[in-house]
């Protein structure tokens, strides 16, 4: 949007005189973030009522994404940049006194989200703004974000993540128009004359309280809103707390259980009460989203008789599968509808992502559990099953081991997936391979019955923050190459193809990544006092600490090349450092000690004379959007090392790739679709394929780790040396975990790892090839832009048109 910077000015100024009370010379560099952050807001809320109007005046469908998880780091930068003001408020700042990157750095990352499940949600916003679909995102507003990482001794410890103090400026509260939310309680049942009467009694009230955040998309001509639910008590029980100390404790308790279900995000599950916690967060998002749906709805069309027509709602993994039977109660007690023509509204509007590929990870909830917290959506659930089962007994001729299969009941607990999958017109897997597993493995009796439902949407990233926002030196040259018409259409990134044999060009992208090296060096001696060599090789692996993940293989890789530089000191070495990020579930206790032993490992190599200018290991400490976008534009090569067939898609992989990194990695998730798209020459496969790691996995027995700790020695060196440990720690558990169980196969895959290894070193030698290689990944990337993958969704599953 044009302005000057006069204008600008006078709204800043405004802001701080009229919010503040403060003049421009008083204001600190918090006031001017918090001003500036206003005067954006205020700009959103205007455009995206203009854009809403557009789509209500022509009857345009909304999406409604519905996610636990939405990782949106900080929203200054990206929305400036969308607005097209960064040049004017930069301009600006120097009359204060500060500068715009002194003002971003004010802004707290709202870490609603763990990984690249919430990074994806976050990405579709800008997406659906920019390619002029009508998006709301509906989430929770946690207190305390993703845990704040705190190494101590090289354990992981969590500490609260403060967000909301200089977050909640990006908030609009909207208190009109807060919803109940009902837990517990009762239902009793009966008939008046022919009408089948429910009624939830005795049940405990949590009120939901949303706040809304705006995401402007590319030219602002689009804006997202993300819709973030805080949980609140109903009300407050003065008579108890007048009455004696024991009420008065009673009345306070109350209060702050209702609060505890948007305290934290992901609470610990591995007691009951973590359990019942969890459930709670799923239904307390699910209700107060689809009563708001159906709010708008009506507010809008006055009736519901075209609500499939101009609304679709999109479960984001199984966390929001509870929407199913919450739309499905609310049509039928509260609007007073049959049950065939309730269901046939929820599977023409509902559509399920899957996002994992284990069948370990699928989310399931015990009927005992279930049905004491939400016995109203309990019966519902029975009675999908029931219809549902008596249809697949029908298409199947009865064939018993597939019902058994399928049904959304077994053994006592109930199935997240198969409900969604169920009771959704589409299910989409979320890279070309993980599309592929689901409709032959993981879920292939539900593809045989009925195949129509399946799809794939491979994953995309916002190409403008991983680009333009978070690398401009990139992003300018790409820009003097090719014209900026790649920012609001990244398949023109392919036109950089040309310069692939540019001398020059190549020269240029070199210099930058030596550029962005540098930054990021300083960064890691301001932030973990260690001094790395900016000509060194940048490997980084960032990413949720998980054993399929595999950072452990990584790990064993580095201890191999330390023990082997100790004893060949003069020995040739291309110098490499090795960066990890990485958080842990807090209960996951086998992920906390590979983070342990990366750490001490990395202590005793970085404080080794006989390899300093050769090996170096980092390990950054609360890892988090904001660090990566510096770590990205440096990074050169981008490890995507999870066991074949256990991956989904990756999302940090299209950054690297965007970035100019190659990927090391095995054909898992988007690797495969990286591969194809790069060719051979331009990226590093190594390990078992799918197909060997399902042979090996469908033969009890075959698969056995201390084969290859037996016959090689280099492998056999590294876990002996586990055992023994750094600075008094021994990793034996780790090492006997590896040598009995390996679940993912580190050691079957550690050899072939190693040659990829020597293999990227190799190929960093030849600087003209490895420049070239970097510029073919960037100018490839654009298929993995979100607006791709928003498209997808809106032409395949959605059914929705731009609407500008």
């Avoid at 022919?194 to 705006?214: I, K, L, Q």
């Avoid at 990020?581 to 983070?595: D, N, Q, T």
């Avoid at 009995?740 to 196969?745: N, Q």
């Avoid at 030698?765 to 070239?772: C, E, H, P, V, Y």
Wanted: with cysteine.
């Amino acid at each position: 949007m044009a302005m000057t910077q006069k204008q600008f000015k006078e709204l800043l100024d405004s802001k701080l005189s009229h919010t503040f009370g403060l003049s421009p010379e008083d204001a600190d560099v918090e006031h001017i973030y918090k001003a500036l952050a206003l005067v954006v807001r205020d700009m959103l809320q205007q455009h995206r009522i203009d854009f809403t109007k557009g789509v209500d005046a022509k009857n345009g469908k909304r999406i409604y994404y519905l996610s636990m998880e939405y990782l949106m780091g900080r929203s200054l930068r990206n929305n400036l940049f969308n607005l097209g003001l960064e040049k004017v408020v930069s301009a600006v700042l120097p009359k204060y006194n500060t500068t715009l990157e002194s003002v971003y750095n004010q802004e707290p990352d709202a870490g609603l989200g763990n990984g690249g499940l919430g990074r994806l949600a976050a990405c579709f916003l800008d997406g659906m703004a920019s390619q002029g679909y009508c998006g709301f995102g509906y989430s929770l507003r946690y207190e305390f974000g993703i845990f704040s990482q705190k190494m101590v001794e090289g354990w992981q410890t969590e500490l609260p993540d403060f967000w909301l103090p200089g977050g909640s400026v990006w908030l609009v509260p909207h208190r009109e128009d807060a919803l109940d939310i009902h837990f517990g309680g009762r239902i009793e049942e009966r008939f008046d004359g022919d009408f089948h009467r429910v009624e939830h009694t005795d049940y405990t009230t949590v009120r939901a309280v949303p706040y809304d955040m705006m995401c402007a998309g590319v030219d602002g001509k689009g804006v997202s809103t993300l819709r973030l639910w805080a949980a609140e008590a109903a009300g407050f029980d003065i008579d108890s707390f007048n009455r004696n100390a024991a009420g008065m404790a009673a009345a306070v308790e109350q209060n702050a259980m209702a609060e505890m279900l948007t305290k934290v995000l992901y609470p610990n599950d591995n007691h009951p009460e973590g359990k019942s916690l969890r459930l709670s967060q799923q239904y307390f998002l699910v209700s107060s989203s689809i009563q708001d749906i159906i709010k708008r709805h009506l507010r809008h069309y006055r009736t519901m008789d075209n609500f499939t027509e101009v609304v679709a709602i999109h479960i984001n993994d199984t966390h929001p599968a509870l929407a199913i039977p919450e739309l499905m109660r609310v049509l039928i007690d509260e609007c007073g509808w049959g049950w065939d023509e309730a269901w046939d509204t929820v599977t023409k509007v509902m559509a399920y992502t899957n996002h994992t590929v284990m069948p370990e990870a699928l989310e399931c909830w015990s009927e005992e559990l279930f049905k004491g917290r939400l016995p109203r959506i309990y019966q519902i659930v029975c009675e999908i099953n029931r219809r549902f089962c008596e249809q697949i007994n029908q298409l199947t001729g009865y064939n018993q081991r597939m019902v058994d299969s399928m049904s959304i009941f077994r053994d006592g607990y109930i199935k997240m997936a198969n409900l969604c999958i169920a009771a959704c017109h589409s299910v989409n897997g979320v890279s070309e391979l993980h599309s592929d597993i689901i409709k032959d493995s993981l879920f292939s009796d539900f593809y045989a019955v009925m195949p129509h439902k399946f799809k794939n949407v491979t994953n995309g990233i916002a190409h403008r923050r991983w680009l333009n926002q978070s690398n401009p030196r990139l992003a300018a040259l790409i820009t003097d190459l090719i014209g900026n018409g790649y920012i609001k259409d990244a398949s023109k990134l392919s036109d950089l193809l040309k310069y692939q044999d540019d001398k020059s060009v190549l020269e240029q992208l070199a210099a930058i990544k030596r550029a962005n090296k540098e930054e990021f060096a300083a960064y890691i001696k301001r932030a973990n006092g260690i001094v790395v060599n900016p000509d060194s090789i940048f490997d980084v692996q960032v990413k949720r600490l998980h054993e399929y993940k595999r950072q452990h293989l990584n790990a064993m890789h580095i201890l191999s090349q330390y023990l082997w530089l100790r004893e060949n000191p003069n020995a040739p070495f291309t110098p490499k450092t090795y960066i990890f990020g990485a958080k842990a579930a807090s209960g996951y206790f086998l992920a906390k000690r590979i983070i342990q032993f990366i750490s001490y490992m990395a202590d005793v190599i970085n404080n080794d004379p006989l390899v300093a200018d050769k090996l170096k290991v980092v390990f950054l400490e609360n890892y988090r959007v904001t660090v990566a976008e510096m770590l990205m534009p440096a990074s050169e090569i981008s490890e995507q090392i999870s066991l074949a067939s256990t991956e989904a898609s990756g999302t940090g992989n299209m950054k690297f790739m965007l970035n100019g990194a190659l990927t090391l990695g095995t054909e898992d998730g988007a690797n495969v679709e990286i591969h194809r798209a790069v060719g051979d020459e331009n990226i590093i496969i190594f390990g078992m394929s799918s197909d060997e790691v399902k042979w090996l996995r469908s033969r009890a027995g075959e698969y056995n780790p201390r084969v290859f700790y037996d016959l090689n020695p280099t492998l056999h060196r590294v876990i002996d040396t586990m055992r023994t440990g750094f600075n008094g720690m021994s990793f034996g558990d780790i090492a006997d975990h590896l040598l009995t169980t390996d679940s993912y196969m580190a050691m079957g895959d550690f050899e072939s790892y190693v040659r990829a290894q020597a293999a990227s070193s190799e190929r960093y030698a030849d600087t003209t090839g490895w420049n070239r290689s970097s510029l073919i990944n960037i100018a490839n990337a654009g298929i993995f832009a979100a607006d791709r993958a928003v498209d997808d969704y809106a032409r395949d599953i959605w059914h929705a048109s731009k609407n500008f």
